[in-house]
């Protein structure tokens, strides 16, 4: 009797103590991300390494500062090395595993295999050929793009990638574009040839779970200038009819990102780029058009936007554009910090009111949205 007198309070007290445990716990989860969990969401980070423990950094972004996405590359552009992140199928596939197992909320992983001379996943270290828009735009044949992006898209989801930069649906106004038409990165000049080909691509995208990102918005097929060098200003070449295949694709059912342009188009915007403008992705893109997926900045640290404007100008005036998430490829120049400082801008910005919560708040919830289409939460 002794016995059962000690051990019956004793369970008791036990069973309150857990109680009281979880119900301290559910109150905690309850009330949601702070602000800060939330603006980690919004970037997305390149790194060097083929494990997470090449660079601690990423570590660190992801675990502690709750990172929304990372993007993968297969050279180094400051080193001049094709030592990044890609050495072999199993070496993606173990390092994207890794990635996601040190995140809280499952990653954005994303890259750029459009194919042709912009793809990551070479022929030298084990993957499949492949060819360029241009090819296909040319060929004009929906089984031979439909074969080269099944290929493709089947690759990507057996390696862990949830995200690809591509296709890109820039018209190909000028040939001689040292970045979009002499590199044959477009299908063709053609609006109409350029929306069939990437509606089968990004329909192959769906099949595999992987969000397609069209580029570069609105419009970068016309200019003379690489704008990771430098500002490309497309006033005087851009003409309207490098919007239809974004207002086209965005009447149909399929899920896509939008990647922006670091491109000056003074016809839609008289002083700033396309990335850091409101009218632009906000009130063309959003409004006009009727975008409502997620919008991706092109790389933040590219010189058309380092070179022109500090970091803070420029994370204020694109997350106030309406971009959703902002990329920082660490490829054009190599910041080991920039979550933490990116984190701390934006933070800053929200507490002197040049940013809104509320727009921090729209920005998660896309992330968020597009996570949950990807199956990657609940």
Same mark, same amino acid.
């Given at each position: 009797?002794?016995?059962?007198?000690?051990?019956?309070? #004793? !369970?008791?007290?036990?069973?309150?103590?857990?109680?009281?445990?979880?119900?301290?716990?559910?109150?905690?989860?309850?009330?949601?991300?702070?602000?800060?969990? @939330?603006?980690?969401?919004?970037?997305?980070?390149?790194?060097?390494?083929?494990?997470?423990?090449?660079?601690?950094?990423?570590?660190? /972004?992801?675990?502690?500062?709750?990172?929304?996405?990372?993007?993968?590359?297969?050279?180094?552009?400051?080193?001049?090395?094709?030592?990044?992140?890609?050495?072999? !199928?199993?070496?993606?596939?173990?390092?994207?595993?890794?990635?996601?197992?040190?995140?809280?909320?499952?990653?954005? &992983?994303?890259?750029?295999?459009?194919?042709?001379?912009?793809? %990551?996943? @070479? *022929?030298? %270290?084990? #993957?499949?050929?492949?060819?360029?828009?241009?090819?296909?735009?040319?060929?004009?044949?929906?089984?031979?793009?439909?074969?080269?992006?099944?290929?493709?898209?089947?690759?990507?989801?057996?390696?862990?990638?949830?995200?690809?930069?591509?296709?890109?649906? /820039?018209?190909? &106004?000028?040939?001689?574009?040292?970045? &979009?038409?002499?590199?044959?990165?477009?299908?063709? !000049?053609?609006?109409?040839?350029?929306?069939?080909?990437?509606?089968?691509?990004?329909?192959?995208?769906?099949?595999?779970?992987?969000? *397609?990102?069209? @580029?570069? #918005?609105?419009?970068?097929?016309? !200019?003379?200038?690489?704008?990771?060098?430098?500002?490309? /200003?497309?006033?005087?070449?851009? $003409?309207?009819?490098?919007?239809?295949?974004?207002?086209?694709?965005?009447?149909?059912?399929?899920?896509?990102?939008?990647?922006?342009?670091?491109?000056?188009?003074?016809?839609?915007?008289?002083?700033?780029?396309?990335?850091?403008?409101?009218?632009?992705?906000?009130?063309?893109?959003?409004?006009?058009?009727?975008?409502?997926?997620?919008?991706?900045?092109?790389?933040?640290?590219?010189?058309? &936007? %380092?070179?022109?404007?500090?970091?803070?100008?420029? $994370?204020?005036?694109?997350?106030?554009?309406?971009?959703?998430?902002?990329?920082?490829?660490?490829?054009?120049?190599?910041?080991?910090?920039?979550?933490?400082?990116?984190?701390?801008?934006?933070?800053?910005?929200?507490?002197?009111?040049?940013?809104?919560?509320?727009?921090?708040?729209?920005?998660?919830?896309?992330?968020?949205?597009? @996570?949950?289409?990807?199956?990657? $939460?609940?």
């Amino acid at each position: 009797m002794s016995k059962n007198r000690i051990f019956l309070p #004793f !369970a008791l007290m036990l069973f309150l103590s857990l109680s009281s445990l979880s119900a301290c716990q559910l109150t905690d989860d309850s009330q949601g991300p702070t602000l800060e969990q @939330k603006v980690g969401q919004l970037l997305m980070i390149g790194f060097r390494g083929y494990q997470p423990s090449d660079t601690s950094h990423i570590n660190r /972004d992801i675990t502690e500062h709750n990172l929304g996405g990372v993007i993968l590359f297969d050279y180094d552009v400051p080193t001049s090395r094709p030592v990044r992140n890609i050495e072999s !199928a199993n070496q993606v596939r173990s390092l994207n595993t890794s990635l996601q197992n040190l995140a809280q909320t499952p990653l954005l &992983i994303a890259i750029d295999q459009e194919g042709g001379r912009v793809a %990551r996943l @070479k *022929p030298a %270290r084990g #993957f499949p050929e492949t060819v360029s828009a241009q090819y296909l735009g040319s060929t004009d044949n929906r089984d031979t793009t439909h074969a080269y992006a099944a290929e493709q898209t089947a690759l990507l989801a057996n390696l862990g990638f949830n995200v690809n930069f591509a296709p890109v649906v /820039d018209l190909n &106004i000028n040939p001689d574009n040292p970045v &979009i038409g002499s590199i044959e990165r477009s299908y063709g !000049a053609d609006p109409s040839l350029v929306i069939k080909h990437a509606s089968i691509v990004i329909e192959e995208h769906q099949q595999q779970n992987i969000l *397609p990102v069209i @580029k570069h #918005f609105p419009g970068h097929g016309s !200019a003379w200038n690489d704008s990771h060098v430098g500002m490309a /200003d497309v006033t005087d070449t851009w $003409i309207d009819t490098e919007l239809q295949p974004y207002r086209s694709l965005a009447q149909t059912e399929y899920q896509f990102g939008v990647m922006t342009a670091h491109v000056l188009n003074k016809n839609l915007d008289e002083e700033l780029p396309a990335t850091l403008s409101h009218s632009i992705q906000t009130g063309l893109l959003r409004n006009s058009i009727g975008f409502d997926g997620l919008l991706f900045s092109d790389d933040m640290q590219m010189e058309a &936007i %380092r070179s022109f404007y500090g970091l803070e100008f420029a $994370i204020e005036h694109a997350l106030n554009a309406g971009v959703n998430m902002l990329v920082f490829g660490n490829n054009s120049v190599y910041q080991p910090d920039i979550v933490p400082d990116a984190i701390e801008i934006i933070l800053n910005l929200v507490e002197n009111g040049a940013v809104s919560e509320q727009q921090i708040d729209d920005s998660f919830e896309r992330v968020m949205e597009t @996570k949950r289409r990807l199956e990657l $939460i609940d």
